[in-house]
Every structure is written in structure tokens, then in C-alpha cells.
């Protein structure tokens, strides 16, 4: 499939990606708006593979629902920046038309801004000189061509930047022991860390594989000041294995356990610990054949609480953020874990139970309630 047959229709994978983008975009934007000193300051969303705007059936694609998002929202028609690039030609053509038919287009006091040149050394040189704006990153590459650690580590090294981008998996894993391709797996993993995978993973089943291609290429991430990453992983439309991944990255605790809880949110699986993916609906029986690993569960992450937190005395929001990054674990679970082991008489709450209002039957727990663990 083209580039060009991509933008023909929308599917489910495509309307979840903009979906979740424009989810954390909304949420980011207020936490920015509220940081920010002068009245006049600007924040940024930059998308760096935008393709035309729409899909061939109307459909609009993620930069037209940012700035829709946008134009309705005053605050952010006064002091959002946008520059959405595409190396086609014709993309751009289209995407400039079809924001300047969008209704309330003129609100924006920062007209977007849409360039087609290729994504390359002297972007990524510049991200590395510069200090920018709070600025969100949507990196959506068709293939992996343009796409480098180096890139998103100039993504996100200014203060109150994060990025989001599409791993193309399908694309990327044959492409791991490619002699064709070894400088563009050397941009994407590092040219240390690209040698060594390939020899990792050249006898693997498929699923070990897998893990061990997007476990390094976090660490990879994480070198490079990427303190926060989180994955979603995305099932194939027509068959049972993963198409691609959409992993988000930033040197927030706060925008990663926001990100955290709009994946969960999002995910399609049924599980109370979910595996932070979406799997498009095929038949029961096809459902009937998927075989979910599943190492986490509350029962495990309570025995974690009791071995981390021993002997402390923590609020819940600090068990939550202070031991389960890395984790599919959002708040809930923690919440859950600690009534267990509260009603198990093996932590204390500065504020029992039996004192705590009550919602369908279950003792509440916030945030900010103590919890004392035994050494």
C-alpha cells in the first residue's frame, strides 16, 4: 500500500490515532496555558507528516481536528501555533485548501502554517539548537523514512514539549536484519544499540521478538532524555498480529499519567489491568483465538505495593506515580489495590474505611489520603 492509498479511507486504527491525539492534545494545552508567564506567550502543535487534511470520503484527518479543536476554544485561537509539513507536494496543496475552507478559520490569530519539504538532518539539527515554545509533536511517518531517535530527542528537549509518534511495526520488524536499510534501523535505534538487536532478535519467535524490538527501542528512547514512554499497541484490520504501535514520549510525569489514562481509556481489550491496545472487532470466533499475556493483575501489584513501599508513609497519588511507571497500572488499580490490602489489615489509611464515604457500596479513596505500609 502507497502513501497515497493510506489517505483513501479512515479505519479503525487511523480514527483511534487522531483520536488519542486530540485527546492529549486538549488536556496539554490547558496544562501549558496554566504554566505559562505572559499573557502573549504561544504554545505549538508542529505535525511533521500531515498528509492532505482529509481522506478521499471526507473524512478529516488529525490536523483538521486540531484546529477545529482550536477555532472553537478562544484561548487557544489567540495563542496556538501551527506548522503541519508533508513532503508531497500535492498533500500540502490539499491541506492548505481544506484548512482554509474550514468554517472560523480567521479566529486563529496564528494562521497555520504548511511547508513540504522532507524531514531530515537540518530539521532535526535545528530542534537540537533552538529553544522552542511548549510544543506538541505528532510524528506520523507512512514507512520509518525520516524518522530517528535523533528526531525525537530534538522533539521533546525544550521545556513543556512531548511527542507522539506512529511505529510502524509492520514496516520496521522485517526491516531490523535488512542489509538494504541498516543506516535507517541504525537512526531509529541507535547505531550502537542497532548492531546488537539485530543479533538478539535473529532467532526469536515472532512474539519474543516483538517485545524485544519495542522494549529496546524505549531504552533507546530513554537515552535520549525520553525520562516517560508509553506504547499502544495496534492490531492489524485484516489479520491477528500487530500493524503498528503509537507511543508517546516526554520528560512529564504529569503528561505521561495523562497519557496513561487516555490509552486506557481507549483500549479496546476488556481486561481490569488492560494491555494498552486497540483490536479491531472481527468475529466471535476469531476473538475467541486471541491469547492476551497477561503479567499484571491486582493481586500482583499488590504484593509490588508491599515490597516497594515498605515501611513508608505515602499518599496515594505518591504510590501511583512513584511506582508504576512503566506499567499499565493507571490509578484505579492502585486505588483498588490499596482497599484490598487495607480491608486485609495489611496497610493502614490515615482515614479508615468505615469513616469514608461510600460510592456504590465502596469506601472512596483519594488521592490524598496517607497510607501507611509495615516494614
Same mark, same amino acid.
Request: charged share 25%; hydrophobic share 40%.
Given at each position: 500500500?502507497?502513501? $497515497?492509498?493510506?489517505?483513501? =479511507?479512515?479505519? +479503525?486504527?487511523?480514527?483511534?490515532?487522531?483520536?488519542?491525539? *486530540?485527546?492529549?492534545?486538549?488536556?496539554?494545552?490547558?496544562?501549558?496555558?496554566?504554566?505559562?508567564?505572559?499573557?502573549?506567550?504561544?504554545?505549538?502543535?508542529v505535525d511533521l507528516?500531515?498528509?492532505?487534511?482529509?481522506?478521499?470520503?471526507?473524512?478529516?484527518?488529525?490536523?483538521?481536528?486540531?484546529?477545529?479543536? *482550536?477555532?472553537?476554544?478562544?484561548?487557544?485561537? @489567540?495563542?496556538?501555533?501551527?506548522?503541519?509539513?508533508?513532503?508531497?507536494?500535492?498533500? *500540502?496543496?490539499?491541506?492548505?485548501?481544506?484548512?482554509?475552507?474550514?468554517?472560523?478559520?480567521?479566529?486563529?490569530?496564528? &494562521?497555520?502554517?504548511?511547508?513540504?519539504?522532507?524531514?531530515?538532518?537540518?530539521?532535526?539539527?535545528?530542534?537540537?539548537?533552538?529553544?522552542?515554545?511548549?510544543?506538541?509533536?505528532?510524528?506520523?511517518?507512512?514507512? %520509518?523514512?525520516?524518522l530517528s531517535l535523533?528526531?525525537?530527542?530534538?522533539?521533546?528537549?525544550?521545556?513543556?514539549?512531548?511527542?507522539?509518534?506512529?511505529?510502524? %511495526?509492520?514496516?520496521?520488524?522485517?526491516?531490523?536484519?535488512?542489509?538494504?536499510?541498516?543506516?535507517?534501523?541504525?537512526?531509529?535505534?541507535? @547505531?550502537?544499540?542497532?548492531?546488537?538487536?539485530?543479533?538478539?532478535?535473529?532467532?526469536?519467535?515472532? @512474539?519474543?521478538?516483538?517485545?524485544?524490538?519495542? $522494549?529496546?527501542?524505549?531504552?533507546?528512547?530513554?537515552?535520549?532524555?525520553?525520562? %516517560?514512554?508509553? #506504547?499502544?499497541?495496534?492490531?492489524?484490520?485484516?489479520?491477528?498480529?500487530?500493524?503498528?504501535?503509537?507511543?508517546?514520549? =516526554?520528560?512529564?510525569?504529569?503528561?505521561?499519567?495523562?497519557?496513561?489514562?487516555?490509552?486506557? +481509556?481507549?483500549?479496546?481489550?476488556?481486561?481490569?489491568?488492560?494491555?494498552?491496545?486497540?483490536?479491531?472487532?472481527?468475529?466471535?470466533?476469531?476473538?475467541?483465538?486471541?491469547?492476551?499475556?497477561? #503479567?499484571? =493483575?491486582?493481586?500482583?501489584?499488590?504484593?509490588l505495593l508491599l515490597?516497594?513501599? *515498605?515501611?513508608? &508513609?505515602?499518599?496515594?497519588?505518591?504510590?501511583?506515580?512513584?511506582?508504576?511507571?512503566? !506499567?499499565? %497500572?493507571?490509578?484505579?488499580?492502585?486505588?483498588?489495590?490499596?482497599?484490598?490490602?487495607?480491608?486485609?489489615?495489611?496497610?493502614?489509611?490515615?482515614? #479508615?474505611?468505615?469513616?469514608?464515604?461510600?460510592?456504590?457500596?465502596?469506601? !472512596?479513596?483519594?488521592?490524598?489520603?496517607?497510607?501507611?505500609?509495615?516494614?
Amino acid at each position: 500500500m502507497s502513501n $497515497s492509498d493510506f489517505f483513501e =479511507s479512515p479505519e +479503525g486504527q487511523s480514527i483511534i490515532k487522531t483520536q488519542l491525539v *486530540a485527546k492529549y492534545f486538549a488536556a496539554w494545552a490547558k496544562i501549558m496555558f496554566s504554566r505559562l508567564r505572559g499573557d502573549k506567550d504561544c504554545i505549538a502543535y508542529v505535525d511533521l507528516f500531515a498528509g492532505p487534511g482529509r481522506f478521499e470520503d471526507g473524512k478529516a484527518s488529525t490536523p483538521l481536528w486540531i484546529l477545529n479543536h *482550536a477555532i472553537k476554544d478562544p484561548q487557544l485561537s @489567540a495563542r496556538l501555533v501551527t506548522m503541519f509539513n508533508d513532503k508531497d507536494p500535492e498533500f *500540502a496543496t490539499r491541506l492548505r485548501d481544506a484548512i482554509q475552507s474550514l468554517p472560523g478559520i480567521e479566529k486563529l490569530t496564528h &494562521q497555520p502554517q504548511v511547508t513540504n519539504t522532507e524531514v531530515g538532518s537540518e530539521l532535526v539539527e535545528n530542534l537540537h539548537r533552538i529553544e522552542l515554545v511548549p510544543t506538541l509533536f505528532f510524528i506520523d511517518p507512512w514507512g %520509518y523514512k525520516g524518522l530517528s531517535l535523533d528526531l525525537v530527542g530534538g522533539a521533546i528537549r525544550s521545556w513543556g514539549c512531548d511527542c507522539i509518534f506512529f511505529f510502524n %511495526y509492520n514496516r520496521i520488524n522485517p526491516g531490523i536484519n535488512n542489509s538494504f536499510v541498516v543506516e535507517r534501523m541504525n537512526d531509529l535505534f541507535g @547505531a550502537e544499540r542497532a548492531p546488537r538487536l539485530r543479533a538478539m532478535v535473529k532467532d526469536m519467535s515472532p @512474539a519474543k521478538r516483538q517485545e524485544a524490538i519495542v $522494549s529496546e527501542l524505549i531504552l533507546a528512547l530513554k537515552e535520549v532524555g525520553g525520562k %516517560y514512554v508509553q #506504547p499502544f499497541e495496534v492490531e492489524s484490520q485484516h489479520g491477528q498480529r500487530t500493524s503498528h504501535y503509537i507511543i508517546f514520549v =516526554s520528560k512529564s510525569p504529569r503528561g505521561y499519567f495523562i497519557m496513561k489514562d487516555i490509552m486506557f +481509556g481507549m483500549s479496546s481489550d476488556e481486561a481490569e489491568v488492560k494491555r494498552f491496545g486497540y483490536v479491531p472487532v472481527r468475529s466471535p470466533q476469531l476473538r475467541m483465538l486471541l491469547d492476551y499475556d497477561r #503479567p499484571y =493483575s491486582i493481586p500482583a501489584l499488590k504484593q509490588l505495593l508491599l515490597t516497594l513501599c *515498605a515501611g513508608q &508513609q505515602l499518599s496515594v497519588k505518591q504510590v501511583y506515580e512513584g511506582y508504576t511507571v512503566d !506499567t499499565p %497500572y493507571v490509578l484505579r488499580h492502585v486505588q483498588s489495590a490499596l482497599r484490598q490490602l487495607e480491608a486485609e489489615g495489611l496497610v493502614t489509611i490515615d482515614v #479508615p474505611a468505615e469513616k469514608r464515604q461510600k460510592r456504590n457500596g465502596i469506601p !472512596t479513596l483519594a488521592e490524598t489520603r496517607t497510607v501507611t505500609f509495615p516494614q
